[in-house]
């Protein structure tokens, strides 16, 4: 007879905390995609210090991964080992002094943009149409009509793997195209923004353009991950993909919008693997037309549901 393994769950080797441990925690439901299995321990800190706690006492095996909303992100359908730390409403504090605002990581761009217009902060307007939180507007460099966090950041405070804190320069940050240089380990709490005198209606009347040219334009209703492949440098993601005959193409239950075809889409069941697996069908399609390899934007996260770091094969159907 086999000797009966110790099974030791991850759950009773972490630290004891303040904030709330959720084992087996389902991340489908916590992703735009609607997609993707479920994390070992799902972990949320009460306030900064929890987390910092949390950061410098987790045993140093223990893989960490933050989450924001969600909403350029594909969990792939075997979850994610180790912890993912989802930075909620305990983080959304959004503080204004003069032209400044300092909000917390998990604060909504949406909210900070209000918070803006309400202050007579103009600058700020594009974060109405980006529908995640500040950390993960810090981590993409998020941007649109020409503007990104590198222009309205001063400075964002962030915790190691260790616990440590440290404020960065927006100049340390190092900012490019949906990009930020800061390594993957640092975990963003808070940002400074600034932005520059502006009048209240005006701004509440750009913002309400850019939710109308948004309603418009993408698919909004629709279980979606935003763009999903950066622009190259001088073109236009959806051109290519356009170009490429991909508006439409299926593949299981994912689709590519047919209102913007750099969108995919969950139609309703599909599985992470579909999603995934249609982006590199239309990488691969696009590369042939074009020559031009396009680089995801979306970050994808865990595992398949094989084990594998990636989509299993179906059939694509256009
Ligand atoms: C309909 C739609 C429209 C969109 N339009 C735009 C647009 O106009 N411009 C644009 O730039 N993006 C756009 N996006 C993409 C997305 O909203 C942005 O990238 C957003 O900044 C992601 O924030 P999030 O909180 O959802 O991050 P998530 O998707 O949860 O995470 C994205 C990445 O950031 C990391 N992250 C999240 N929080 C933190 C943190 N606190 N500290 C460290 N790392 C963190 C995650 O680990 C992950 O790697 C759109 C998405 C959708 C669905």
Request: proline share 4%; charged share 25%.
């Amino acid at each position: 007879m086999m000797p009966a393994r110790s099974q030791t769950s991850l759950i009773d080797r972490l630290p004891s905390v303040r904030g709330r441990y959720e084992e087996d925690a389902p991340l489908a439901k916590l992703t735009w995609f609607r997609v993707g299995g479920p994390v070992d321990v799902l972990f949320h800190p009460a306030d900064e210090q929890d987390l910092q706690l949390f950061m410098s006492e987790k045993p140093v095996d223990v893989p960490v991964t933050v989450l924001g909303v969600g909403s350029n992100m594909l969990v792939r359908d075997g979850g994610i080992r180790g912890v993912a730390i989802r930075l909620g409403r305990a983080f959304g504090q959004i503080d204004v002094e003069g032209l400044t605002l300092t909000a917390g990581a998990g604060a909504t761009d949406i909210s900070v943009a209000a918070a803006a217009r309400d202050a007579g902060i103009a600058g700020l307007e594009f974060l109405r149409g980006v529908p995640g939180t500040i950390g993960g507007a810090v981590r993409m460099n998020a941007g649109a009509y020409g503007v990104d966090m590198n222009d309205i950041t001063v400075s964002v405070r962030a915790i190691d793997s260790k616990g440590r804190c440290q404020e960065f320069s927006r100049d340390a940050l190092g900012f490019s195209y949906r990009h930020c240089a800061v390594s993957e380990d640092w975990i963003f709490t808070s940002a400074t923004l600034q932005g520059r005198m502006g009048n209240r209606e005006e701004i509440a009347e750009r913002m309400d353009a850019i939710q109308a040219e948004r309603e418009e334009t993408q698919p909004l209703r629709t279980p979606t991950g935003g763009s999903t492949f950066k622009n190259p440098d001088g073109a236009k993601a959806w051109e290519l993909i356009e170009k490429a005959g991909c508006r439409g193409l299926r593949r299981g239950g994912a689709m590519v919008s047919e209102k913007h075809c750099n969108f995919l889409i969950n139609t309703g069941d599909a599985s992470a693997a579909d999603l995934e697996g249609l982006g590199e069908e239309i990488r691969r399609r696009v590369l042939e037309e074009t020559g031009i390899t396009l680089e995801w934007e979306i970050h994808r996260l865990g595992e398949g549901s094989d084990n594998s770091n990636g989509p299993r094969l179906k059939a694509v159907t256009s």
